[in-house]
């Protein structure tokens, strides 16, 4: 069902013994940092009889909002790999990957009801596709994006460093387009625009969002043109 607050206090702060009258009490979810940046983000938690329900509607509610308002919505969700990847299993002898299919229902809800919605492009975030990845994780995209590929286009998105390292199997993946981080590893743009599918978009991120200063616009532009 759709989470309370007491809820949502208790996963980023915890409760005491006394506060919940229980005993025992709960402790809060571990924070970590998102990546190389200074942000951090709250480690989902899993466990071997986890199911996964679509129970907050605030995206769709925005969505409808602004689409009511006249505008072109692209609406962004973190990938269901990398979902599972940044969290941590919390049992003994159970691997959290294996949660992967009752993921996928969820995201197909999403999706789903985000066309219906009339939204005609996602932008689904894989940052971990920049990682190292032992090929059980990397043969888990394909699975994934077969299973929830549906009526809206899929951008799929990676930030913080190069994909070359992944780009053979990010070809092979049924989306519509990649983002790429141009700022963080600009060598990879070449081989990308060679080896990307000639039927996909290519959004290229060249504005550095942690730099204060202002960004050379012209030099950015001849970088970007053929």
Known sequence: GFPDLDTLFRVGRGQSQNACGCGTGSAASDMTKWFNTNYHYIVPEFSSN??????????????????????????????PISYLYLGKEVEEGFDRLTLLP??????????????KQGVQWVQIDEPILALELEPRWQEAFKLAYQVIRGDVKLLLTTYFDSV???????????????????????????????????????????????????????AILARLQP
Not at 50 to 77: C, I, R
Not at 105 to 115: D, N, P, V
Request: proline share 5%.
């Open 50 to 79: 986890d199911t996964f329900n679509v129970s907050w509607p605030q995206l769709f509610e925005e969505v409808n909002e602004a689409l009511q308002a006249g505008h072109d919505v692209k609406p962004v969700l973190l990938g």
């Open 102 to 115: 009752r993921l996928l229902t969820a995201y197909q809800a999403i999706l789903s009801k985000l066309a």
């Open 164 to 218: 070359l390292d992944t780009l053979d199997k990010i070809v092979e993946l049924p989306v519509d387009g990649l983002h790429v981080d141009i700022s963080a590893a600009p060598a990879q743009l070449e081989t990308i625009v060679n080896r990307l599918p000639s039927d996909w978009v290519l959004s290229a991120g060249v504005i550095n969002g942690r730099n204060v200063w202002r960004a050379d616009l012209s």
